[in-house]
């Protein structure tokens, strides 16, 4: 059964920091892992990963891939208050649909 | 058109009401999902269909009864349910559920319909 694991479960921070968001898997037939944000509504695509150590950048966001350790971060630098969300990550194998882990609650204070 | 779009945004509905939720998309994608997500949980993956056909029902009760009249649209029929049915419940769509190259498995999601149960 594929597996999909979050650290830390929640994270409080204040504007201005750094912070590192984990994602450890195991998943039989590795195609793709995924991030999503998720406000109040439906999750909204930030990055997808499929090669290792090759970084992702969207503005203050980042994100790489480890195929070897089985994990990946989600970085996201100098954080707003527009930050604070759910931080979904999701890995697709052979198993033939995302298997989602249980997010990172992200809470940025001004 | 990258869009999901589902309706109705909320819905709340006694325990004897039937009601649909509807789902649409227009970017070709084969796969649709249905999705079910309680306060601060990941989603739930409930039903999968490829090419118009069920294709996995994750053990749900028989109080959703999913439809796929076309490649573009996904209902969720709701029949009895339930207070602890109450949740967001999310439709998405991929290019295809099959292991091909150019498919890597991203789930494009709609806002979600909000459903109270009373």
């Known amino acids: 059964e594929d597996k999909v694991v979050q650290s830390p479960l929640s994270l409080v921070v204040h504007e201005g920091d750094t912070v590192t968001l984990n994602c450890s898997y195991e998943?039989?037939?590795?195609?793709?892992l995924l991030w999503y944000k998720q406000e109040k509504k439906a999750p909204t695509f930030l990055f997808m990963l499929?090669?290792?150590?090759i970084e992702k950048k969207s503005g203050r966001l980042s994100s790489i891939l480890d195929k070897k350790e089985l994990f990946s971060i989600l970085n996201i630098t100098a954080t707003q208050t527009g930050d604070s969300a759910i931080y979904l990550c999701?890995?697709?194998?052979?198993?033939?649909?995302?298997?989602f882990g249980s997010g990172t609650q992200l809470t940025v204070l001004p | 058109d990258t869009e999901v779009t589902q309706t109705p945004k909320h819905l709340v509905m006694g325990m004897t009401n039937k009601k649909s939720l509807k789902c649409e998309q227009h970017?070709?994608?084969?796969?649709m999902y249905w999705y079910k997500q309680k306060a601060k949980k990941p989603p739930e993956l409930m039903f999968v269909?490829?090419?118009?056909?069920?294709?996995i029902n994750e053990s749900v009760p028989s109080r959703f009864s999913p439809e796929c009249p076309n490649s573009s649209l996904l209902n969720l029929h709701l029949h009895a349910l339930q207070p602890e049915d109450s949740a967001l419940y999310l439709c998405?769509?991929?290019?295809?559920?099959?292991?091909?190259?150019?498919?890597?498995?991203?789930?494009?999601f709609g806002e979600g319909s909000r459903l109270t149960v009373l």
């Open positions: 998943v039989t037939n590795f195609r793709s």
């Open positions: 970017m070709g994608h084969r796969a």
């Open positions: 998405a769509s991929s290019q295809d559920l099959h292991t091909t190259r150019a498919n890597t498995g991203e789930l494009f």
């Open positions: 999701a890995v697709s194998g052979s198993a033939r649909q995302l298997t």
């Open positions: 499929t090669s290792s150590g």
């Open positions: 269909y490829s090419y118009e056909k069920l294709s």
